[in-house]
Every structure is written in structure tokens, then in C-alpha cells.
């Protein structure tokens, strides 16, 4: 069984596109599916096991894979990779930042460095990365950069880190997008809302408990899977979308819409799409 997408086979042919945080979650089903239109996938992280793991299993479905481990965080760690990456390669075609994580605490009890360390992991490090990328590759032969938001529309209580992260995040993408238009360079921004993934069982406590009830608040009355958010960012690195630069598309299955004075009225139909043949439901689900 290999993934099943929705996009023509091919799509990504004789193309290199590096996926950052491809070791696990949204980033490990996105290089999969990158990897089974065609690209030779380039994933990274902080942990070679992990990476080994998900090489393996892209190999094992027939597709090309190489792996790079280091820190989105450290200038050098990335433009040694980068470099890397192109001698070997030639070019870099797509870069999908993805990398990132937070915990889960509120404002008052959260420290600078706390703060600090989140905001690194969720917007600086993608900044580096993606300034790597452009000056030793895409300057000189253009591309696509699809970068990782979050549903952070009415703020992110519990979350005022990465809130601030992903909403710099947003702008960061309009800024580049902007600047490096005139060198052939697209830059836009995935922002997920709540996604059934295996960062969800990285969480303890009151925030681990309210993860079943996600659903109940959701105009279309479920979780997204992490298809779901592929597919928005392999259409972000295609060429069908090349008049398509400086924008946010929210998959949040509505759930910043609506007014709180208002009941949600629950369903049952709408239908999840999940074309990865090796997705995994988060323990905190049921898995």
C-alpha cells in the first residue's frame, strides 16, 4: 500500500523538497506524500532514530529519501545542512517549514526563556532556514516555501508562546514573499487548526483531558487528519498554484467562526479524507 493522493503521480518529478520536523506528525505524512508524487524528499530534525525510521518507511514505498539531523535553531547547524543539501542535489526545489513545538501553560506562570525558547522553535527557527535556503538555492533558481502557522485567530490562551510565534509567522511569510517575488521565490503559510497527530500525545493534564472534547467546538464536528493538511501544502508547492504567494490558508474546519452566544449545532457528516497508508490515531483518541 502506498499514499493515496489526490494529486496527479508525477507531480513533483525530479524535484528536491526538504521538509523540516519530518520525523514524526504532520511533517512525517508530508514527506510521504511528497515523496509518492515523485520528489527526492529531504527530511530533518533534532533525533537521526526518528528520521531513520521515516526514511525507512518512505523507502519501503518506494520513494527517495535522504535525512539530515540538526537544530532549526542554530545558524551553522542549518547552513552546513543547506549546504549539504544542494552539493548533493544540486537544487532545492520546495522547502516546507514545519519544525516546531510548544507546552502548554498559562501567561502569568510562563518564564522569558520559556517564552523565548518556543518563539526560537516556531518562527526563528524557520526564518533561518528559510533564509539558508533562499541565499544558497532559490535566489538563484527560484522555488516554493510553505510555512507552519496555527489557527491563532482569537488568541491562544494557554499558549501565548507559540500564539505569538505563528502570528509572526504569518507576517514573516507576507514580508519574504514580497522581497524575494522578484528572484521567482513563492512564500505562503499553512495555519492548522486542531489535527489528529502524535503531537497530541505529547500533552499532559487539564490540556490533555480537553483534547476529545476538540471536536464538540468545530462547525464540522471532528478533528482534521494530517492528509488533510498535506494536501494544502503539496498544492502550495506545485506549479498549480504560481499566481499564489504571500497568503494564509487556515484548515481549521471553521472553528474560529461563529459567535459564543450562539449554540453549535452538532453533525456527524462531514467526511475526513486520509490518504496516508501509515497514519496513526493518537493514544489520547483511542489509538
Not at 488568541?155 to 505569538?164: D, I, L, V
Not at 483534547?211 to 506545485?238: A, D, M, Q, W, Y
Request: aromatic content about 6%; hydrophobic content about 40%; some cysteine.
Amino acid at each position: 500500500m502506498t499514499y493515496r493522493s489526490v494529486f496527479k503521480p508525477g507531480l513533483f518529478e525530479g524535484q528536491t523538497i526538504i521538509v523540516t520536523g519530518g520525523g514524526s506528525g504532520i511533517g512525517r505524512c508530508t514527506a510521504h506524500e511528497i515523496a509518492a508524487l515523485g520528489a527526492h524528499v529531504v527530511i530533518s530534525g533534532r533525533k537521526p532514530d526518528k528520521l531513520a525510521t521515516v526514511k525507512g518507511e518512505i523507502e519501503a514505498s518506494g520513494g527517495s529519501c535522504e535525512m539530515h539531523a540538526f537544530d532549526i535553531r542554530e545558524e551553522a547547524q542549518v547552513r552546513e545542512a543547506i549546504a549539504a543539501i544542494v552539493a548533493r542535489n544540486g537544487r532545492i526545489h520546495g522547502l516546507f517549514n514545519n519544525a516546531g513545538g510548544q507546552f502548554p501553560a498559562p501567561a502569568a506562570a510562563m518564564s522569558a526563556k520559556g517564552f523565548d525558547v518556543v518563539v526560537r522553535n516556531n518562527l526563528t527557527g524557520g526564518f533561518i532556514v528559510s533564509r539558508e535556503v533562499y541565499t544558497q538555492s532559490m535566489q538563484q533558481h527560484g522555488g516554493s516555501i510553505v510555512n507552519m502557522a496555527a489557527d491563532m485567530r482569537n488568541g491562544f490562551p494557554s499558549m501565548a508562546h507559540t500564539g505569538a510565534a505563528r502570528a509572526g509567522m504569518v507576517n514573516l511569510t507576507m514580508t519574504l514573499a514580497y522581497e524575494w517575488a522578484q528572484s521567482g521565490v513563492r512564500v505562503n503559510a499553512v495555519s492548522p487548526g486542531w489535527i489528529a497527530s502524535s503531537g497530541m500525545d505529547t500533552y499532559q493534564g487539564e490540556f490533555k483531558e480537553n483534547i476529545p472534547k476538540l471536536k464538540n467546538h468545530c462547525p464540522l464536528g471532528r478533528l482534521g487528519t494530517e492528509s488533510e493538511v498535506s494536501s494544502v501544502v503539496c498544492f502550495l508547492l506545485s506549479e498549480a498554484s504560481a499566481y499564489i504567494t504571500g497568503t494564509e490558508i487556515r484548515i481549521d474546519g471553521g472553528v474560529p467562526l461563529g459567535n459564543r452566544s450562539m449554540d453549535l449545532p452538532q453533525t456527524d457528516r462531514s467526511q475526513p479524507f486520509n490518504g496516508f497508508h501509515l497514519a496513526r490515531t493518537p493514544k489520547v483518541l483511542g489509538g
